[in-house]
């Protein structure tokens, strides 16, 4: 009796799910992007913003025609994804003193209710108000990594990590790693302790290369954070980097329990039992989305670092499914049909470097947008900061006005006023890295006077991602 109540729910389910993307009542909206591009408090301020500020949103032409009634969390469709922690983040946002959201570790979801008066359309006729579904996912960074190595092999995909063996080079890890691997006999009977002890020394290389070097590139995504993989054994393998191409043939004709077939087995399992679940459970679900990228902090971090985030945002890039979506599509085959790629942290610049800053996300994207518009999709550039955690002014000195930015310092709270320096409009070559020093600072979230936070074009953000949905 319980398995037919429960298939009798989830084909409920299904069915609620399917008259809403019929109706075009439903938008499942992904918030993505790299390590620190401050996805969770992206959300946290998109569910503030409309819940609590929508008539601050003028160039949200729903709120700005006072045609939107009101706006409300309610009940998530998917009961087997963790809720988005909304009031954990505003707590930490309204603490004394005031903490950015603790960093996106799993999948999360929340559904919001848009409810509005319609002007188009037989719904306008039929109806003297109308609700939208807003569904937005937030997941880690760190996943999206992954999802390249669907179109890999084993091989394949240590030649890709052997050829960027120069970044792996600059961490002190690197030679404790590769001294591991090259004492193995590929062609030997694998023992479980030794592929768990260098599969932990390729960890602890990631880590380190992420965390204390400021790359972003990192694969095995779930290694930087494994969750409930950790330990698993599905976890413990490695590329096979220095590894001939000589011993990769030999070591191809070896027994089923070889360290290489156990090692190809592993990731094998890996692609087809965490990747591809993601993928094509989640992944192939959203209907639109945004990237978020950090380029302040890509360029505070070098030249390497900053052309690893280019290089890691288009591979991602290309495991999206674009094109437009109509009613079929919608229902059995949904398509990403509007991508906004938004450079979070504009408050951080003065006001005068804005136009700089977006410019140069722009060419860092050109090949990832071209991709999207091929297949018919609708892509955006913006400049946001989705919590404002400064004040932009303008001192006099010798040379005459300058703009200047005045926040908190990130680590000791402590007010400064200062101008950042120039962001450049194109990807910086050698000569530019080399005689410029980037030091964009980190502000400390703003300190509350109420709930509500300022922004900086969020409602710009909201009429490209909702706007079409809301007349």
């Known amino acids: ?9 989830r084909l409920q389910h299904h069915a609620q799910q399917v008259a809403l993307r ?8 992904a918030v993505t992007g790299l390590s620190g591009a401050g996805k969770t408090a992206f959300v946290t301020a998109l569910v503030n913003q409309l819940t609590l500020g929508y008539d601050k949103l003028p160039l949200f032409s729903v709120a700005r025609e006072q045609r939107l009634i009101g706006v409300k969390r309610v009940m998530q469709p998917d009961l087997n994804i963790a809720s988005f922690d909304y009031q954990g983040g505003i707590a930490q946002l309204t603490a004394e003193p005031p903490k950015w959201p603790s960093s996106t570790r799993n999948i999360s979801e929340l559904r919001l209710a848009l409810r509005y008066l319609p002007t188009k359309g037989l ?40 050829a960027a063996a120069t970044k792996y080079q600059s ?29 932990k020394r390729y960890q602890a290389l990631l880590l380190d290369l992420v965390h204390q070097h400021g790359f972003y590139q990192a694969q095995p995504g779930r290694m930087l954070l494994p969750g409930e993989l950790d330990g698993a054994p599905i976890l413990s393998f490695f590329p096979l980097m220095t590894v001939s191409e000589q011993q990769i043939i030999e070591a191809s004709k070896a027994d089923k329990n070889s360290y290489f077939k156990v090692l190809q087995h592993r990731y094998q399992e890996y692609v087809q039992q965490v990747v591809k679940p993601f993928y094509r459970d989640h992944f192939c679900h959203f209907d639109r989305q945004v990237v978020l990228v950090d380029c302040l902090g890509g360029l505070n971090r070098g030249k390497d670092q900053f052309m690893d985030m280019t290089s890691a945002l ?11 979506n109509n009613l079929l599509k919608r229902l059995f085959s949904p398509k ?7 450079a979070s942290k504009v408050d951080h610049i003065s006001r005068d470097q804005q136009a700089n800053l977006l410019q140069l996300l722009g060419n860092m994207l050109k090949a990832g947008q071209q991709h999207a518009r091929f297949d018919g999709c609708v892509v955006e550039t913006m400049a946001i900061s989705a919590i404002k955690a400064s004040r932009h002014g303008t001192v006099n000195t010798a040379s005459g006005p300058c ?16 101008f950042p320096g120039e962001v450049p409009t194109h990807l910086p070559d050698t000569s530019f890295w080399q005689g410029q020093g980037f030091d964009f600072p980190s ?14 074009r969020m409602d710009h953000l909201l009429e490209f991602i909702l706007g079409d949905k809301l007349l």
Not at 22 to 29: F, Q, S, T, V, Y
Not at 178 to 188: A, E, P, Y
């Open 403 to 418: 703009e200047v930015v005045q926040g908190r310092v990130l680590d000791s709270g402590r007010p400064v006023t200062i």
């Open 336 to 342: 990403i049909d509007k991508l906004l790629f938004a």
């Open 314 to 324: 288009e591979h991602i890039l290309e495991s999206f499914q674009f094109g437009q």
């Open 1 to 9: 009796m319980v398995n037919v109540r429960q298939s009798w729910s």
């Open 171 to 199: 961490s002190d890890k690197y030679d404790d790693f590769i001294n591991s691997v090259n004492q193995l006999r590929l062609t030997d009977v694998a023992d479980e302790q030794v592929l768990a002890d260098i599969s």
């Open 443 to 456: 502000f400390a979230p703003p300190i509350a006077t109420n709930q509500l936070f300022g922004q900086i």
């Open 123 to 162: 719904r306008a006729k039929l109806v003297d108000s109308a609700t939208l579904y807003l569904d937005i996912i937030d997941y880690p960074g760190e996943w999206l990594l992954d999802l390249p190595m669907l179109q890999l092999d084993f091989v394949q995909w240590s030649t890709q990590v052997n």
């Open 22 to 29: 019929a109706g075009d009542r439903h938008i499942r909206l």
